[in-house]
Nanobody, 123 residues
Framework: QLQLVESGGGLVQPGGSLRLSCVTS????????VGWFRQAPGKAREEVAA????????YYNPAVTIRFTISRDNAENTVWLQMNDLKPEDTGVYFC????????????????WGKGTLVNVSS
């Protein structure tokens, strides 16, 4: 059974940093692209970042480019999202998801999802 478990969320002041983790189990991460998404209160879910399994190519929402970095370690079955210079508009529940095709990240159609971790950027 495919499982993804996010952690690392919390309350942080504007300008601060957080590192989210997505620990996977039940499947070979080598064969899956992994993406991060977020959903702010009252808003639709949006794509944040993704990392391909084939060529390691990275994809970012323009709103987070430069500030956020996605990375993976297949041996540790883990994907991270390093978030720097956080802004109040980054507040939301952050989800990781996995799919054999990275193209599914662009429309939020990845096959397997975690339950999310809450990020609150506030002073």
């Amino acid at each position: 059974q495919l499982q993804l478990v996010e952690s690392g969320g919390g309350l942080v002041q504007p300008g601060g940093s957080l590192r989210l983790s997505c620990v996977t189990s039940g499947f070979n991460l080598d064969h899956y692209a992994v993406g991060w998404f977020r959903q702010a209160p009252g808003k639709a879910r949006e794509e944040v970042a993704a990392i391909d399994n084939n060529d390691g190519k990275l994809y970012y929402n323009p709103a987070v480019t430069i500030r956020f970095t996605i990375s993976r370690d297949n041996a540790e079955n883990t994907v991270w999202l390093q978030m720097n210079d956080l802004k109040p508009e980054d507040t939301g529940v952050y989800f990781c998801a996995a799919d054999p095709k990275v193209s599914t990240w662009f429309w939020g159609g990845m096959k397997s999802w975690g339950k999310g971790t809450l990020v609150n950027v506030s002073s």
